[in-house]
């Protein structure tokens, strides 16, 4: 039961994130093609809810679905089960989930 859920989960978040791939794919070529410079970008991020909730949904997706990914490498190669596995599971969710959204909030914050 668990494996259909962490599959389903995987699946959700994939879906979730090929829309925003593509669209920070747009947003980046749009700023290198008009030649904005790094402080004009940060001018138009900086304290827009947005672009917190465009790349916060980002990383949570991103954070669920590579986590998910380096389960399996991690049952496979590493040969962790059960609980270590699940910790381990989390831990890279967690560290994953926060270093993203640190990075989130220095783009969109001041």
Known sequence: ???VRLYMA????ALVMAP?????IAVMIYAVQGGLTT???LGRTQGSILWFLFYGLFVLAVSVHAAIG????AGEWLKLRGFPLT???????FLLLSLGLRAV??????
Do not use: N
């Not at 925003?20 to 920070?24: C, D, Y």
């Open 20 to 24: 925003l791939v593509i669209g920070h």
């Open 105 to 110: 909030m220095a783009v969109t914050w001041s």
């Open 70 to 73: 380096i389960r399996v490498i």
């Open 1 to 3: 039961m668990l494996d």
């Open 87 to 93: 910790v381990f599971s989390y831990a890279v969710f």
């Open 39 to 41: 402080a004009e970008i």
């Open 10 to 13: 995987q699946r959700i978040s």
